[in-house]
């Protein structure tokens, strides 16, 4: 039996970002490639959900999480399926296509889900905030793919899921967290907006780092990169003997 | 004296405690994390071994740590230099890599753990490799070969260790093939070129050989040559793995083999393109267990050994191992359960207690059985919390109760005291079957393990039975003790093993002594008087990209994720019940 699905809306600002949307999906090869990877994300969701599983105290909620992971694991399957399908109906090109992967995320596929030590009344309200964001996402991917209605279908049949982790996972915090449900919800809110943040800041002291590394390699490193090589030309291969010296010597880290 | 061995940061994160010369525990970090292949630094998997062993960090004589920082910092960043200037991508991510976290190992430790750092210790990658292999044997004298994708330098060292009557131990190794030249690295460039992943899927490149013939030996040697002194060199034109993490390959490589698999394509054997790729794996395959047993065979000649202990992950590949048995000239061949990076931190521990402390040398049980142990009570609780059917029987009526459900086409999650250290599953965290039809095969292969067709399966048999079935050559119980072994499944039994039987007659058998897991071996007797037959299939017991299953729960929650019909641990017996997705979604919203 399926449930009725509620009718999934695509965000405000998703809506917005449709002719952007549009774009990412319109070229078959990006297509492809962007599924394997929606793939790659709901199988790591379900093991996360099953995880979840292993560590919660709560029976109903392990059955729900048990389930929950098997709908990712069909959703995976389902999305490598119609991407290596894709794929195969195209000869690949030697680039490929930019991915845009911070534009279209798959299902948590900018969060980090840390399942140990995150109490259930956490878990639950980060679940329905990141299949919700999931869900109005999809919508969308589904609404801008009227082109390939195989790869719709598929977002079809993943949509009536969520709709159900979404109520599911909503009125389990109710029940887990009746009187601090909506703060739960609200700190799920903040958490996922500082968790934002930090990927940005990451990112952009990551981008730092290697632009000052970069310029060290090519004004610092060149007369040891001349050295090294010089060194490396002496270097037969073969065989190269092990002194007894470092047969025994265990205290050092060089 | 107290002696805690850590392998980690590259793959395959582990702890183990050695307490008065003898292993008392070690796990990898992985199944406690239940992270695949968790490569972080091993709180966990520590943390467990130090309960475990019931030792306050404070009580440590040592912690020793697999390889040394610093030296493989320094082939890092020599290997980025000498790539100038190609290596400016390369750069900045090595370095970053490398300065977070990965040579700041001494001071890690002793913030972590609060022991001084005089107390911290650190063996040479090859030597954890080979200490793994010779002093968890019971060889009194070997020969040792180690081959892995890179240590610090060395990818491959050849050696011996001595028991000596005095009671003290020595290992010594002699020379070393150093980095970019690595048989390791071959394997794992092909790995990466058929589209599977590095350091996790070389196993797939071996299932995947005896589907392909040797069509491109040649093209491979011109890759890889021998050198005057018995060693290798590799033409690194073919390679980017020395200069980039981006790719293994060059296009001079793809331009001799042509174009690569993409990993999202099914290999369809039937078509030109995936017998290329058999061929392709059947080809390095073949080159790489010539080359070692070339080198296993000069090593015979020059230490005059009976015995090889075989350690690195090069050692994880069976139909190699079985080569080397057979046509290098050693009567036994040793490959430790863990030959990997894992096994390092085991190694590790009894090379710094035997060597670096000189302590006596003392016998080390044979069995790879050194994780956390398993609960049937665990099992029974969840079971009930979940409406499953739970039973509890006697020791006798549960062999025969499981015994009949296999012969009857079962599939039985069987869980059974402590799990084991290293990849494979051996007995105690096994997913088992009936072996005799390929409809079994493709059953676990579709409903449960959700894997490529081309991969077998292994199977389990009494010692006593195991040459019944099994073509095994003088050693080969040895070497198909911990499932390190390839051989010919006897043509007779083919048919009626057919599970087992990989597509070239061959299974890579355990041979299961009493001993070391006598509840496994109860059950194959009992198999053997219900079918005649004392043969399983044994496969690990996890589900694709997820470690082998660790606790009671974990292996509960596998079970009811996929086509398991039976789960077992200790003497609780779970039957699955079919449970119905409607009510539940009812329920839960």
Same mark, same amino acid.
């Given at each position: ?53 292993? !560590?919660?105290? =709560? /029976?109903?909620? %392990? ?6 992971? $098997? *709908? @990712?694991?069909? #959703? ?68 801008? !793919?009227?082109? =390939? /209605?195989?790869? %719709? ?6 949509? $009536? *899921? @969520?709709?159900? #982790? ?89 | ?589």
């Amino acid at each position: 039996m399926r449930l009725v699905s509620p009718k999934v809306r695509a965000t405000p600002l998703d809506r917005m970002l449709r002719p952007v949307h549009s774009w990412i999906w319109a070229d078959a090869e990006r297509r492809a490639r962007k599924l394997l990877r929606f793939a790659e994300t709901e199988a790591d969701g379900g093991r996360d959900l099953s995880r979840a599983a292993e !560590l919660t105290p =709560d /029976p109903l909620l %392990r059955r729900l999480y048990l389930a929950h992971a $098997s *709908d @990712e694991q069909r #959703h995976a399957e389902l999305f490598r399926r119609r991407g290596a399908g894709i794929l195969r109906s195209f000869p690949s090109r030697s680039q490929p296509a930019f991915q845009a992967n911070w534009l279209a995320p798959g299902e948590r596929g900018l969060d980090d889900l840390r399942v140990d030590n995150t109490p259930d009344d956490a878990l639950l309200a980060f679940l329905h905030l990141s299949e919700k964001a999931a869900a109005s996402r999809f919508a969308l991917y589904r609404e801008v !793919l009227a082109h =390939d /209605p195989a790869t %719709r279908a598929v977002f079809d049949e993943i949509l $009536s *899921d @969520e709709a159900f #982790h979404m109520n599911y996972t909503y009125s389990q915090l109710t029940r887990v967290a009746p009187r601090r449900y909506r703060r739960r919800l609200w700190w799920s809110r903040l958490a996922r907006l500082w968790k934002g943040y930090l990927r940005l800041a990451t990112a952009l002291a990551g981008m730092m780092g290697t632009i000052v590394l970069t310029i060290q390699y090519f004004i610092l490193l060149p007369p040891f990169a001349w050295l090294a090589k010089r060194a490396g030309r002496r270097e037969a291969p073969g065989w190269t003997p092990i002194s007894s010296k470092r047969n025994n010597s265990i205290r050092s880290q060089y | 004296m107290k002696i805690l061995g850590i392998s980690a940061h590259y793959h395959d994160s582990a702890a183990a405690l050695v307490i008065d010369s003898v292993p008392v525990c070690a796990v990898q970090e992985e199944r406690l994390s239940r992270r695949k292949n968790d490569a972080a630094f091993p709180l966990s998997a520590i943390d467990w071994c130090l309960e475990h062993g019931g030792v306050q960090p404070e009580e440590l004589d040592a912690v020793v740590f697999y390889e040394r920082p610093m030296l493989k910092f320094e082939r890092i960043l020599t290997c980025t230099l000498r790539s100038f200037p190609s290596s400016w991508r390369a750069f900045p991510k090595a370095m970053k890599n490398l300065l977070g976290e990965k040579i700041w190992v001494r001071g890690i430790i002793s913030s972590h753990l609060g022991v001084p750092a005089r107390k911290i210790l650190f063996t040479e990658h090859h030597q954890s490799h080979a200490a793994a292999a010779f002093l968890t044997s019971p060889s009194r004298r070997a020969a040792i070969l180690t081959a892995d994708g890179v240590g610090e330098w060395a990818t491959l060292t050849i050696g011996h260790g001595e028991r000596r009557p005095d009671g003290s131990a020595a290992i010594t190794l002699l020379r070393e093939i150093r980095f970019p030249h690595s048989l390791g690295m071959l394997y794992s460039t092909f790995t990466a070129y058929l589209g599977f992943a590095v350091n996790e899927d070389e196993y797939k490149v071996m299932g995947l050989a005896a589907y392909g013939r040797p069509t491109m030996v040649d093209r491979i040697r011109k890759l890889i040559q021998r050198t005057p002194d018995g060693a290798f060199a590799l033409d690194l034109d073919y390679f980017e793995y020395q200069t980039t993490a981006e790719r293994s390959f060059s296009s001079r490589f793809v331009d001799l083999f042509g174009p690569p698999r993409e990993s999202s394509e099914p290999i369809d054997l039937a078509t030109a393109t995936g017998q290329r790729f058999a061929d392709c794996a059947c080809s390095v395959q073949r080159v790489l267990e010539d080359i070692l047993v070339e080198m296993a065979r000069e090593l015979q000649r020059e230490t005059g050994a009976a015995d090889l202990c075989l350690g690195g992950g090069v050692a994880l590949n069976g139909v190699a191992n079985a080569r080397i048995l057979a046509e290098s000239g050693f009567e036994r061949v040793f490959v430790p359960a863990a030959p990997g990076d894992a096994g390092c931190a085991l190694g590790a521990a009894l090379y710094a207690d035997r060597i670096h402390f000189r302590n006596p040398d003392r016998e080390i049980p044979d069995h790879p059985f050194w994780g956390p142990p398993v609960d049937g009570a665990d099992l029974a609780r969840v079971a009930r919390e979940d409406s499953q059917l739970v039973e509890e029987l006697d020791e006798y009526s549960l062999m025969e109760r499981i015994a009949g459900d296999l012969a009857a086409g079962r599939i039985v999650g069987w869980m059974d005291g402590a799990s084991e250290f290293g990849p494979r599953a051996l007995g105690h965290r096994s997913i088992l079957a009936a072996p005799h039809t390929a409809e079994m095969r493709d059953r676990l292969n579709r409903d449960i393990k959700y894997r490529e067709e081309f991969r077998p399966f292994a199977p389990v048999v009494p010692i006593e039975a195991a040459a019944h079935y099994f073509a095994l050559p003088p050693g080969g119980l040895r070497l198909a003790r911990f499932m390190s072994g390839v051989f010919p499944v006897r043509p007779e039994w083919r048919s009626r093993l057919a599970a087992i039987t990989h597509i070239d007659g061959t299974a890579r058998v355990q041979a299961l002594e009493r001993e070391m897991a006598p509840r496994l071996y109860a059950l194959l007797e009992a198999y053997g008087r219900c079918t005649g037959i004392p043969v399983l299939l044994n496969t690990s017991f996890n589900l694709a990209g997820e470690p082998i299953v660790n606790r009671a729960i974990e292996g509960y929650s596998t079970f009811r994720r996929s086509g398991i019909d039976i789960l077992v641990a200790g003497r609780t017996l779970v039957v699955k019940r079919a449970s119905s997705a409607a009510k539940l979604k009812e329920t839960g919203t």
